[in-house]
């Protein structure tokens, strides 16, 4: 259902940029400033040190070639068996459709299918509503701690896996 794009165009970027814009309440809520261009092009660039730029994955979600949502993963991350979900974010025009719930689905059972045990995310702890919709898609706490947002900014979290083997 879902096909994942990898943004490397001028356009995928601006597309990616106007996903975040209908999105104001996250970076209100994440401390972040309003997003721009710039915010797309180092979200799509930035990984953590210890992880190769192959495990890294930026890109839209389309459904039948219409852009609906970016996800932000790495592969691998922290540990080889698990995928990390940096950023799922669904155009606002397309929320409260189920679109988040089945995405998270459909990548669960492609994620297994490539033999990954677990997914996990970590959501910024004043954001109640994205703690609930992944504990409501499997995803249960496993502990507390920083996010880096950029090299001078980072949040306190909840971190949430979900096992793929059930």
Known sequence: MFKFHAVRTPQDRQTALKIYQSNPSYFTL????????QMVREDAEAYPA???ETQKHYGLLLINSTPVGVMDRLNGYPEPQTVYIG??????AHQRQGLGRRAVDGFAKQFQRQGYGRMRVAVHTANPAALQFWQQVGFKPVGEGR???SADQSQPVVILDRDLAD
Do not use: R
């Open 50 to 52: 210890d992880v190769s």
């Open 147 to 149: 996010a880096q947002l």
């Open 30 to 37: 994440t401390g972040q400033k309003a997003p721009t261009l």
């Open 87 to 92: 950023l799922l974010m669904i155009d606002a």
